[in-house]
């Protein structure tokens, strides 16, 4: 099948939205499509060197496009990154049909940015089209927004009404109207699609992780709790500091590691003083990849209490490395994380952070105190991170195309 992908996000040994582009252009060439990508310009350089050093049989085509230089300054205005990636969207529509009128395209796919809020006119092209995984429709507990910052506050607010927006987006009617898929990452982004469209509309998420033959942690002491990701409010960083100091009382022979930076990080140092568990939380930074897999194989828990996430690579890639997973039951995370693998913290509108905080530490309690069911969960992530590679991504959206 010859098929376009649109993907604004794609670069190679990238994680979150970059990766999520490059990796669904290679499988699906990898699977023997003739694979076109419109990305943008400045991703040229690092895919151009990366396809050279692959030299593949059968490579993807990258159709590159940008904002002339005097327009590229409104990403770096506040928010002004979404009025860049409007502008971008109909720079590509014109420069897709005129390769369609060329190429012939048999399908179009909008992948990235995988956000409803943020659409595609890819459909206007008048061949099959598929809109997502987009996610976007999560929100943060009610309760729970009393843990963020000032900021944080702010962000969210204006999230909520961004998404309340899209409600009168031109771009995102189209995009629905003229999807013969729409695929959602969750339940809650499906609740944000008009239901005059849910009869086309599924859920299924973008992520993949490269299947690893992987060891399980050994069970020492003392255990250890491993939070992967940026720093700052959404990432529930705040939530799995209450719960440690909970979970310390019962079981003292913990210790937690933050990988990441963001501009949370002060708050969260301040906050483990206030609780008088400094010593017992270690701060990581930013680290190479290569580090951040031995730092996985080290580590016996990946405690993840995102608040609204719309999937959670980092989930797999703890899963491939045998970490079971505590979260909450929200957003991607709580899609992604089963009873085979880990224990979700249930939560709704009126969850308190004190209620959310001791269920994850009842969670930390439960797998650092039982070895029996910690290595049943060390088993079912290994078996988790094998069944949830980017073919298996693709295969679940294509499936119904490899027939047509």
């Known amino acids: 099948m010859k098929i376009l992908l649109s993907a604004y996000a794609c670069e190679p040994d990238r994680g979150s939205e970059p990766g999520v582009g490059w990796n669904w252009a290679m499988e699906l060439s990898a699977k023997g499509h003739d694979v076109w990508v ?39 205005a506040p928010g002004g990154v979404n009025i860049y990636y409007t ?15 060329i190429e012939n395209f048999q399908l179009v796919h909008h992948i990235t940015f995988g956000s409803f809020r943020q659409s595609s006119l890819m459909g206007l092209l008048g061949i099959p089209f598929i809109f997502g995984p987009v996610g976007g429709g999560e929100s943060c507990p009610a309760k729970l927004r009393e843990s963020y910052s000032t900021r944080g506050r702010i962000i969210d607010f204006a999230r909520d009404l961004f998404n309340l927006s899209s409600r009168i987006n031109p771009m995102f009617w189209i995009a629905c109207h003229k999807a013969s898929d729409i695929v959602c990452k969750t339940k809650e982004t499906k609740a944000s699609i008009p239901k005059r469209f849910h009869h086309k509309t599924s859920i299924a998420l973008e992520i993949g992780i490269p299947y690893k033959d992987s060891k399980l942690s050994p069970v020492d002491s003392p255990y250890k709790l491993l939070f992967v990701g940026r720093l700052i ?7 799995a500091i209450h719960a440690l100091k909970m979970a310390l009382e019962v079981n003292p ?8 930076q963001g501009m949370e990080k002060d708050e969260w140092q301040e906050l483990a003083k206030n609780l008088g568990i400094s010593q017992k939380i270690h701060w990581l930074g930013h680290v190479p990849k290569v580090e951040v897999d031995r730092i996985y194989q080290d580590q016996h828990i990946f405690l993840f209490p995102s608040l609204r996430d719309s999937s959670g690579n980092v989930i797999l890639e703890a899963a491939s490395h045998g970490l079971p997973s505590i979260c909450l039951d929200v957003g991607g995370p709580g899609s992604i994380v089963d009873d085979s693998f880990g224990i979700k913290a249930s939560c709704d509108s009126k969850t308190t952070i004190e209620e959310a905080s001791r269920k994850l530490s009842e969670a930390i309690i439960e797998l650092s105190t039982n070895s029996e069911l910690y290595q049943q969960k060390c088993i079912g992530a290994l078996d988790k991170a094998k069944n949830s590679s980017w073919a298996d991504a693709v295969d679940a959206i294509y499936a119904k195309w490899a027939k047509e």
């Open 87 to 101: 502008i971008w969207q109909y720079i590509a529509f014109f420069k897709a049909r005129k390769t369609h009128q």
């Open 253 to 260: 022979n913990l210790e937690l590691t933050f990988l990441g």
């Open 233 to 239: 409010f959404l990432k529930g960083g705040q939530l």
């Open 38 to 76: 419109i990305t943008r310009a400045n991703n040229k350089p690092v895919i151009e060197e990366k396809l050279n050093k692959l030299a593949l049989t059968n490579p993807p085509r990258f159709i590159y496009c940008d904002l002339p230089q005097k327009l590229r300054f409104w990403k770096k």
